[in-house]
């Protein structure tokens, strides 16, 4: 979990630090092998037709140099493993694959959008014409508790503190 919030920490500021110049791409380069899919009844592929792996892969692979890994690292205020260590080049490559990865989205060209003739993004779920989910928020009246039963704020009578009309908890962590 550390190198999870570790690496979300260095994208962070990758794109602030480096300078990565990748070719613009807009689209896989990978032709489209089979366009024969086998679907299930309701036309829905039956196996997968494309992964993030697969497309990642057309594009080319950033080098993150050591250097580079520790001036992050000391930006982010932690600090960075061993250079040589196997945690050093399992991070060094988790952040070059998430740089990688920030990159093919940011070129991604969403100039090409269709709207809809009033300037709205047309609603992408899909749906049968005519169908779907309300979309207006409705209130329903909250239904009301049996006879005799104690809610609301009647249950702060069976709290052994409270201040301020909220419950008060005692707890092992040192205040800071």
Not at 98 to 116: C, H, I, P
Request: glycine residues 6%; proline residues 9%; negative net charge.
């Amino acid at each position: 979990m550390l190198a999870v919030r570790r690496c979300a920490s260095l994208v962070r500021l990758t794109r602030a630090s480096l300078s990565l110049t990748l070719p613009r791409r807009h689209v896989s380069s990978k032709p489209v092998e089979n366009t024969n899919v086998e679907t299930d009844s309701h036309g829905i592929p039956t196996q997968p037709t494309w992964s993030v792996n697969e497309l990642l892969s057309s594009y080319p692979k950033p080098v993150i140099t050591p250097a580079t890994l520790k001036h992050l690292h000391e930006l982010s205020a932690l600090i960075p493993p061993e250079e040589g260590t196997p945690e050093h080049a399992r991070l060094t490559s988790e952040m070059e694959n998430l740089v990688k990865l920030v990159e093919a989205v940011r070129l991604v060209d969403v100039g090409q959008t269709t709207e809809s003739g009033d300037g709205e993004v047309p609603d992408g779920r899909i749906w049968a014409e005519g169908t779907g989910i309300s979309l207006e928020y409705k209130k329903e009246p909250a239904p009301f508790p049996p006879e005799g039963e104690v809610h609301g704020q009647a249950l702060l009578g069976y709290a052994s503190r409270t201040e301020n009309k909220l419950y008060v908890v005692d707890t092992e962590r040192l205040k800071r």
